[in-house]
């Protein structure tokens, strides 16, 4: 990657952490505020303050820190100092049960609705997406065994009509964690009406990290179209070799082509190697050489040049389909996207504590900067889902009951409404530092998964 493109990469990154930590801290700020409690310092980032002003009635200090990964909003309390009797009525720990537990709970549920709102943004701005239209499925997989045929639209999942392939694929994972069977409403290519019974029992961890449609034998439907280019990406490493819109591909590496399927699988199969590209550009025959891109996907490694397939509309009306709602109907299907999102999450987690999920899905913060500049790169539209997506994230970790992060205080709140009173300082210590472990952990093991990503490719 050069320069440029890391930096790229890293603004892209440090918006989207600065956003998701900004939102979540302004959720215990306002509602601390709200209820009358004295904010001292609001500080994005941990560690030495790089920059701060005073500002407010109360002089509360806004703080950039060295340490970026994270924030906190520090409240007036008896705990961490003394405070004048004057005061006291404003001290966290002063506050009633319920208004401690607002506090707290808050910062997670401003990140909710961060992602809510960027839902619902984008359901309203609309999106081209792939149609749930299948191949032919290879032989000896459960689609073929469920008697699916090229051609068909699937409509229905479970009885919940679907759109698009996400759709599909979403459905499939809902499914496929709950170990139920799975039931398809398709529409032949003759309008009759089908449904092809699917069975998920039996699929392991490494099964639900794959491409769960393709290895259940669900193949997006992908006609014999012709090897000419369509659109080349502005300053791509197709433009850069010469490529240009209406060239038709003869050879690569001296093998020759006739469909675009073939072009693309040629690429796919060569991240970071030369090759050599013979076609033809009007009447004339051409040379041209290019080393694609290596791009990470599905936990291995691709190749791209930035070109897209030249396609007449009548076909790309049949393939995609552009999806957009209404603002109301938009706003009842951004709240239902991050439920479901969320639940999918916790679901998640709670399989890779028991084993029937590995903790290769656990990601770091180099993951996360990869595909905060990929997803920038797409679009904005992209980009927002992928903020919606990790704002999911960390309001649903920091609902966790781990000590440390905002589910711990909860669940001291819980025990102290069970027990009338609250724990001992002590109590309350050692919990501390178990959740700091455990953070550490789960760090430990987010790293390790950058770096054998990055090594892997």
């Not at 229905?156 to 409403?185: C, R």
């Amino acid at each position: 990657m050069s320069i440029g493109g890391l930096i790229y990469y890293l603004c892209a990154f440090a918006v989207a952490l600065g956003t998701l930590i900004v939102v979540h801290e302004l959720g215990h700020f306002i509602v601390a505020r709200a209820i009358g409690v004295k904010v001292l310092r609001f500080s994005l980032g941990f560690g030495k303050v790089l920059w701060s002003k005073r500002l407010g009635r109360d002089g509360t200090e806004w703080a950039v820190a060295a340490f970026p990964l994270g924030g906190y909003v520090k409240m007036l309390d008896e705990r961490e100092g003394q405070v004048a009797a004057h005061e006291l009525p404003r001290a966290f720990n002063r506050q009633p049960l319920a208004k401690r537990c607002l506090v707290v709970v808050a910062g997670p549920l401003a990140n909710l609705l961060l992602a809510i709102m960027l839902y619902w943004l984008l359901f309203m701005h609309g999106a081209e997406q792939l149609r749930p239209l299948l191949s032919a499925p290879p032989a000896a997989t459960t689609a073929a065994a469920a008697a699916v045929e090229a051609g068909e639209t699937v409509r229905a999942v479970n009885g919940k009509a679907i759109t698009t392939w996400q759709d599909l694929n979403w459905e499939l994972m809902q499914a496929a964690l709950n170990h139920s069977p799975v039931t398809l409403e398709v529409i032949s290519p003759g309008h009759d009406i089908a449904y092809r019974h699917l069975e998920t029992q039996g699929l392991s961890a490494a099964d639900l990290e794959s491409d769960l449609p393709q290895h259940l034998g669900l193949l997006p439907y992908r006609p014999e179209l012709k090897p000419i280019v369509g659109v080349v990406t502005p300053a791509g490493i197709a433009e850069q070799a010469g490529m240009r819109s209406g060239d038709l591909f003869l050879a690569i590496d001296g093998q020759s082509v006739s469909t675009w399927n073939e072009v693309a699988a040629m690429i796919r199969k060569a991240p970071g190697r030369a090759l050599r590209f013979e076609v033809q550009r009007g009447g004339a025959r051409m040379v041209l050489q290019a080393t694609p891109a290596t791009v990470a996907e599905g936990g291995g490694s691709i190749g791209r040049i930035g070109i897209m397939v030249q396609t007449d509309p009548g076909l790309r009306d049949r393939l995609m389909v552009t999806v957009r709602y209404e603002a109301w109907p938009a706003l009842g299907m951004a709240a239902a996207q991050t439920w479901d999102t969320s639940w999918f999450s916790l679901r998640m987690i709670g399989r890779m504590i028991s084993g029937e999920a590995s903790w290769k899905n656990l990601s770091g913060p180099v993951t996360i900067a990869d595909y905060a500049g990929q997803s920038a790169k797409l679009g904005w539209p992209q980009y927002l889902k992928f903020l919606a997506l990790i704002s999911i994230s960390l309001g649903v970790l920091n609902l966790l009951p781990i000590p440390i992060l905002d589910g711990g205080h909860l669940l001291y709140y819980t025990i102290e409404m069970i027990k009338g009173g609250p724990l001992s300082e002590r109590v309350m210590e050692i919990g501390q530092q178990i959740g700091l472990y455990l953070l550490v952990l789960l760090m430990a093991f987010a790293f390790y998964n950058d770096i054998n990503r990055l090594v892997s490719g």
